[in-house]
């Protein structure tokens, strides 16, 4: 705990002698709840690095790594037997329920006919024209992950431009792109030193500017030698910051003015609605990448064209000598994730779906805006669609600046293990709630009634 906890602003109107000996009652409370979890995180120690299958894994806050054994639906099953509520729903990865009914069906009906081949199903070319209809762009291709299909878009379009530099937001993330790893510190750009074994200099073709800073992307662009800008629509990886209004609108036109390109990562903010942030708010962007729940979980991604972009695409490949392109794994395009992103994009991500996850989405933002009115706490609640955040500052922030100074790892991970105590899961390292199609009402009142005992615990008593 730091020496100074008292003066962070995201924790005034709390008592933070009260949060830490709540925070050590929750603490003794998880140990004893969850003596299987405690046995595997012992086992999973002699073989696994860190004791867990990835190492961010361990930064849940929990005082070992909580197992589970299955999730169905809006709810995670841990192998201590308690059902918990699922508002994580794997960030975002089953942001349309844990195991759908129908990818389920059409993952087992695959399951005795094969799962890679390196070779077309009919399912790639149905999932080609429900891409097309979805989002509006015509052409597409895949990869295993929203990473990589970051990687990939951008391997594109520097080869269709002839452009090396790539242009991204302060405090964005677009998964394991190395590329993005570049942030603005005091106005100038530096590599991220938490990177492991990054070798080559970031900085030489990344640029980065704050989010909603018109004048500063001009700047940036004006060199003409931006290959694209490469951004979430809303960011969503800091903490929410929202474009604020024509934001995007202006951006678009410099970005064209200047010939780059832009790309839309749609991986978080397809909370929006059925074709994502972009179609809703009439971005058009000549780019879209989307990963984690166009598969309902299962390890896929995609990324789509305009009709100009994949022309140059195509001629750059047809220039390039004989040779790997770089692009694309082995495993990419496999039957199993075809069967799994037809299924989902058919039945699965669907208006109705929709209709249910926005308005529940809608009843929890209101419900979370009344707890920290009721508690007197300086906090605001952002909403994009599905996705709920609450973050500890008054106004929405307008940037990857802002809204890094108010993120407070600590407070987050006492009010994190103090709902899961609680049979309520949330997302880690920040304060993001998802709602699935399968997430009630009750479900919704459960996670206001625990968050509620939470507060009552930690905040200045009158
Ligand atoms: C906007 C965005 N793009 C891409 C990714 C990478 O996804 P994955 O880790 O599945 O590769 C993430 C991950 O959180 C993300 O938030």
């Known amino acids: 705990m730091n020496a100074h906890p008292l003066q962070r602003a995201s924790r005034t109107g709390l008592d933070w002698t009260r949060a830490l000996t709540f925070l ?28 867990v299958p990835l190492h961010w894994m361990n930064d849940w806050g929990t005082p070992f790594a909580l197992h589970v054994c299955q999730a169905s639906g809006a709810q995670v099953t841990d192998v201590d037997g308690h059902t918990l509520v699922d508002f994580c729903l794997g960030d975002t990865g089953a942001m ?18 094969g799962y890679t081949t390196m070779l077309a199903t009919a399912d790639a070319a149905a999932v080609g024209g429900l891409l097309a209809d979805r989002f509006g762009l015509p052409f597409w291709q895949f990869a295993m992950s929203a990473t990589d299909a970051n990687r990939y878009i951008v391997r594109w379009i520097r080869a269709a431009t002839g452009r090396k530099k790539l242009l991204v937001f302060n405090g964005c993330y677009h998964g394991t792109i190395e590329d993005v790893f570049v942030d603005l510190v005091n106005g100038q750009p530096v590599q991220r030193d938490s990177l492991l074994g990054q070798v080559h200099d970031l900085t030489e073709h990344t640029m980065v500017v704050e989010f909603n800073d018109l004048p500063a992307l001009e700047a940036a662009l004006q060199q003409g030698d931006v290959a694209c800008v490469l951004a979430e629509p809303v960011m969503t990886n800091i903490g929410m910051v929202l474009p604020e209004p024509g934001f995007w609108g202006e951006a678009q036109v410099l970005i064209k003015k200047h ?6 990562d749609e991986t978080h903010t397809i909370s929006t609605g059925p074709g994502g942030y972009a179609r809703a708010h009439g971005i058009e962007a000549d780019a879209l990448v989307l990963g984690k729940p166009v598969g309902g979980g299962v390890p896929c991604a995609v990324y789509g064209m305009s009709a100009d972009l994949a022309t140059r695409a195509v001629q750059a490949k047809q220039d390039a000598p004989p040779g790997h392109s770089g692009i694309g794994t082995t495993l990419t395009g496999n039957m199993l994730a075809m069967a799994a992103m037809r299924t989902t994009l058919a039945e699965v991500m669907t208006p109705a779906a929709y209709a249910h996850m926005l308005s529940l989405a809608e009843r929890l933002a209101s419900g979370l805006r009344g707890l920290i009115a009721r508690h007197g706490l300086p906090w605001c609640v ?31 991970h006492l009010i994190h293990l103090g709902l899961l105590n609680r049979g309520v899961m949330i997302t880690p390292f920040h304060n993001m709630m998802l709602v699935c199609p399968q997430t009630t009402e009750e479900d919704v009142v459960l996670l206001l009634g625990a968050l509620d005992e ?9």
């Open 454 to 462: 939470v507060l009552s615990q930690i905040t200045l008593t009158a």
């Open 259 to 264: 010939g780059a390109l832009l790309v839309m």
């Open 96 to 113: 349309f329920g844990h195991a759908p009914a129908p990818v389920a069906a059409a993952l087992a009906k695959q399951a005795t006919r």
């Open 382 to 412: 952002t909403q994009v669609g599905a996705r709920t955040e609450f973050q500890f500052c008054t106004a929405p922030p307008r940037n990857g600046s802002e809204a890094e100074a108010v993120l407070d790892p600590e407070l987050e």
């Open 24 to 51: 050590a009652r929750e603490r003794r409370s998880f140990a004893e709840r969850n003596p299987a979890s405690a046995a595997l995180a012992a086992q999973a120690s002699e073989h696994l690095l860190f004791g």
